[in-house]
């Protein structure tokens, strides 16, 4: 796996917001991402060899915002990286009062 590949989503994210956290965020109060790599995405193989390996993974966004606009500068800095990327669920957390925006992404 290359993380040169995965921190291209890192970084993306980083041109959003400094409250950009890997795998998780403890104690946060509003308004913060957390992105991590899932597994492999769509891969080329050829010769008996991986040619190309694709990873994909999630961002997890959450707002106590309805309307927040860091939901469309996450989509715009992904674009702008040419990241791939679904919006794959939104959610109402009543426990937390977030709201959690989840994309699926993949570099290859």
Same mark, same amino acid.
Do not use: C
């Given at each position: 796996?290359?993380?040169?590949?995965?921190?291209?989503?890192?970084?993306?994210?980083?041109?959003?917001?400094?409250?950009?956290?890997?795998?998780?965020?403890?104690?946060k109060t509003d308004?913060?991402?957390?992105?991590?790599?899932?597994?492999?995405?769509?891969?080329?193989?050829?010769?008996?060899?991986?040619?190309?390996?694709?990873?994909? !993974?999630? %961002?997890? /966004?959450?707002?106590?915002? +309805?309307?927040?606009?860091?939901?469309?500068?996450?989509?715009?800095?992904?674009?702008?990286?040419?990241?791939?990327?679904?919006?794959?669920?939104?959610?109402?957390?009543?426990?937390? !009062?977030? %709201?959690? /925006?989840?994309?699926?992404? +993949?570099?290859?």
């Open positions: 796996m290359s993380f040169k590949k995965i921190n291209k989503v890192r970084d993306a994210l980083l041109k959003v917001s400094s409250n950009v956290w890997h795998y998780e965020a403890m104690g308004k913060y991402i957390v992105w991590a790599e899932d597994m492999e995405g769509g891969s080329v193989h050829g010769d008996g060899k991986k040619l190309e390996q694709a990873i994909q !993974g999630t %961002i997890d /966004y959450f707002t106590k915002e +309805e309307g927040d606009p860091t939901v469309d500068r996450i989509q715009e800095a992904l674009n702008g990286a040419s990241i791939q990327f679904e919006l794959s669920s939104v959610q109402y957390e009543e426990e937390t !009062g977030f %709201i959690h /925006y989840e994309w699926i992404w +993949e570099v290859a």
